[in-house]
């Protein structure tokens, strides 16, 4: 069965580093863009970065660029969110998507997500 498992969240200081990842199986990974959403308190839940199937192109939200990296390694079918420089407001649930499309036909898988709390 499909599954995208995240860890790596955690308590972190403001101006700390984290690094997520989310482990995957039952597709086949390297066809798939993936993605990285987060949701906080009281708020939709909102893209962070997003990497294409070969990792050409990446692209990140405004909020989290020049700080977050996000990467894949299609042999370990597991991406990656590199956190660095973190504030109060990266404070939420980060969940791992997983998205194929071909034609008119769409797949799109989510992660349980993980949370990182920044806090001093």
């Known amino acids: 069965q499909v599954q995208l498992v995240e860890s790596g969240g955690g308590l972190v200081q403001p101006g700390g580093s984290l690094r997520l990842s989310c482990a995957t199986s039952?597709?086949?990974?390297?066809?798939?863009?993936m993605s990285w959403y987060r949701q906080a308190p009281g708020k939709e839940r909102e893209l962070v970065a997003v990497i294409t199937n070969a990792g050409s192109r990446t692209n990140y939200a405004d909020s989290v660029k020049g700080r977050f990296t996000i990467s894949r390694d299609n042999a370990k079918n597991t991406v990656y969110l590199q956190m660095n420089s973190l504030k109060f407001e990266d404070t939420a649930v980060y969940y791992c998507k997983a998205d194929q499309s071909w034609l008119e036909l769409r797949r799109v898988y989510w992660g349980q997500g993980t949370q990182v709390t920044v806090s001093s």
């Open positions: 039952g597709f086949t990974f390297s066809t798939y863009v």
